[in-house]
């Protein structure tokens, strides 16, 4: 028999409870051991909770709860009291699982480290994409083999967003706000729109496909928040699709010749609708991973929500027993070495780029002579003339470009010294393209 | 250091090779151990092989070299010499990883029971669908949960064609020559059109997913040799799309109320559009997963080839090498249960049936009795007139019916008795329907 203390009984802890109460039996049969529920700690006695739980199992002494159990379960979320009870956890040899995101990409290493040194194990299969299995794949299915790019659709309300404004042309505050009421969005959604919860996965998926230690801080992000009814029409109009996706990827540093290295980000980006990525609607997310030998991997489902998140705990939580059973030590993967993040001449993407121009003669031509001089070359450009009547000189024009792939540092250059152009009124937005 | 003997140096076991020789290094701070090449079974020394290698690695003393080994790659291929060769390293505690599907369908459950007693372990990530982690997933990342139901794509061949006959039109025929002449296809394509390979693969997924044994003689198997143009027009113009699945599901026995069972099969299958299998094109393979608590999952993925496969097996080799330097004992997974597999009346499904019938008044309300009869309700109808003028007596229609879900047997019986009706000339097609 083991000891589960579980800590935190809200959207997920609460299901965790419920299936570690149900499925008593079979939990037993896969593990070789009987999980018992030793309590739940929560900070009110007295909250509503979603299921029916036997009120003698809360407790509002989490320490105390810790210090009886084998295996700990961390679903309280936030930094502290959270790091501090798992460090409790760790340090007298229980191991632990936990779903923190926000945590782990703040302090995973040090965890991590915390938890090999004292034989005790730390697993997060719930924290990147819900209840996709990704972090075992990566870790162990893919051990053999070296990954070189990952592309996350990891936040299901960002992605419930841009697919209803691609659906339906809505403008960005009304899925908003449409998400809101329907549940797929927080009151305060700025973790999720300004792309900082994605970030954080971001990290952990950089940190696991490199063997390298990435933190928060290391991810480049940029939110949904200025994608606009027409970046997703002209996207459609050209065959493809607005997602913000989680990139990391493995890069050569320099001009591209240099050492290895990663870049980590999170931003919109432009994917064409034949890519297997473009076809995850709705809340769900996907994992896109290349591979040297595997070659393209994807990995698909519910990124969120109570039951598909205790789906995963549970994983991890049998899986530990399953060791704990079989007497071996805990072994929480760390990096095996350190590479350095790349700089904007590192990353090469290509760009589309929207601008409004004046509609005069020549104008075209000073654009793509700015595109010439960083030497980005163009790969596609859709004019689109104004309301006023063409060639009369006080009409606009609306230009997109697509462009190959070039460094980030030359396209970055390339946007600026196009606005400087005096035939450009504005430049409507920058969006970065994947998959082609 | 830990020793490893290769057994075949063909597509796959060629690129294992070459990997162990290339990667040494990271290979060996991701396991913990060196990783050692000890040697290279091969049937004739002087065969020409993809890649350069060692000459002196190889060797056609097969025992002697698996004799000397910590770890043993099986990528013979076959019955024997691969099963004694096999039984030979469990039995002397060696850990081997495998990739054959045809060996382990059949003799898998004793395998497993011969590794646990020896403290072994038989891995097999390879032998399902290629690179694409599913074993691990379904082991231990859903271990906490309870999968109702697997739906895979796990034939890169039979996808490829019916992807063909779906893009072009093609008939059956002309689709599979096309696989032939671009490598897609064998020479003998038996084992992929007529299903046996999936079937294989159903099995272990069946045995994975529901814990418990199930050989390929418990797998209903029917390939793609039958499926016409014009049955992928017709699913095309109703919004499917026909993909040969092998399907695994927890069913109840009796009718539909009875105890827990299994039911495992290989068929045609019309899938909507919109379903995330349907958008697995070319030679690609999918696994979708639904469990009670993570719901719908899919895994994506090259499901064969030199290197994709060597991906999933180096995988596989580095999780063991870890295990054996953390002096773990292996644990190959065996079935907890022995769950019954259901007959006819506990398997629900729908069908879709095609029928060329006179063009008389009074044929439909006839037809439409005998659905009646075996209480199977019509879901969709849709008729297309003949040549002959219409309502001539002489001329033909075609009626294409889907059905809502009923019991297999109910289905079955339904087309019986339709058969037997005067106005029908004859039953064309009969293609199950998934996912709706
Ligand atoms: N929800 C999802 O879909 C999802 C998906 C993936 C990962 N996760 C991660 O899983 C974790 C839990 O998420 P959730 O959605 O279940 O959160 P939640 O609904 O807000 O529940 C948090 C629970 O923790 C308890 N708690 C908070 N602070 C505490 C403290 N200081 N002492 C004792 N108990 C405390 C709360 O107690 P009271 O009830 O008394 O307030 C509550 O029961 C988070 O790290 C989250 O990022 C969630
Ligand atoms: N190919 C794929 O894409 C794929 C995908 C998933 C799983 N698999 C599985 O992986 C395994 C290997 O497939 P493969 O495509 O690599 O096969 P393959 O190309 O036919 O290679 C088989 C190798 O085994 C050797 N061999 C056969 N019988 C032998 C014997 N009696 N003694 C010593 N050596 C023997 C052959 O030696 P010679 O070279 O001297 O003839 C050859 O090197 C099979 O079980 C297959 O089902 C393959």
Do not use: W
């Not at 809200?10 to 051991?33: F, H, M, W, Y």
């Not at 350190?338 to 000073?366: H, K, N, W």
């Amino acid at each position: 028999m083991l000891k589960v203390a579980l800590l935190g009984c809200g959207t997920v802890g609460s299901q965790v409870a419920r299936i570690l109460l149900e499925d008593g039996d079979s939990l037993a049969a896969r593990s070789g051991a009987r999980l018992e529920l030793a309590g739940i700690a929560v900070r009110s006695m007295d909250a509503k909770r979603d299921v029916d739980l036997p009120r003698e199992l809360f407790t509002d002494e989490a320490e105390a709860l810790v210090d009886s159990a084998d295996l700990v379960v961390e679903l309280m979320g936030g930094i502290e009291p959270a790091r501090s009870l798992i460090l409790r956890a760790i340090r007298k040899g229980a191991s632990v699982v936990t779903g923190n995101k926000a945590l782990l990409a703040q302090d995973g290493p040090a965890l991590f480290e915390e938890a090999d040194r004292n034989n005790a194990e730390l697993s997060f299969e719930a924290a990147v994409a819900g209840a996709i299995p990704i972090i075992r794949p990566i870790r162990e299915s893919l051990s053999g083999d070296r990954i070189t790019r990952v592309l996350g659709i990891v936040n299901g309300t960002t992605n419930y967003i841009l697919d209803q404004m691609d659906t339906t042309g809505a403008a960005f505050a009304d899925a908003l706000a449409e998400a809101q009421r329907l549940g797929y969005a927080e009151a305060d959604p700025t973790a999720d729109v300004e792309g900082h919860d994605a970030a954080a996965k971001a990290a952990l998926l950089a940190t696991l496909a490199f063997h390298t230690p990435v933190s928060l801080d290391d991810v480049r992000c940029e939110g949904i928040t200025k994608v606009t009814a027409e970046d997703i029409a002209a996207a459609k109009d050209s065959g493809f699709v607005i997602k913000l996706l989680a990139i990391a990827e493995l890069v050569r540093l320099g001009d591209g010749d240099g050492a290895e290295g990663t870049s980590v980000r999170v931003h919109p980006t432009l994917l064409p609708r034949e890519h297997p990525l473009a076809a995850v609607r709705g809340a769900y997310n996907a994992v896109f991973v290349e591979a040297e030998n595997a070659g393209q991997l994807m990995f698909y489902g519910a990124g969120a929500g109570g039951r598909p998140t205790a789906s995963a705990v549970m994983g991890d939580l049998v899986s530990t027993a399953r060791r704990l059973v079989a007497g071996a030590p805990g072994r929480t993967d760390t990096a095996t070495r350190r590479l350095p993040m790349a700089g904007v001449e590192g990353i090469f993407t290509s760009y589309s780029i929207g601008l409004e121009v004046a509609d005069q003669p020549g104008v075209l031509s000073r654009v793509a002579a700015v595109f010439a001089e960083h030497g980005v070359s163009i790969e596609a450009m859709r004019q689109t003339l104004g309301d006023g009547a063409a060639g009369a000189g006080n009409s606009r024009a609306e230009l997109r470009f697509v462009t190959h792939r070039a460094t980030e540092k030359a396209l970055a250059e390339t946007v600026a010294d196009i606005k400087n152009l005096d035939a450009v009124e504005s430049v409507t937005s920058v969006l970065r393209v994947e998959g082609v």
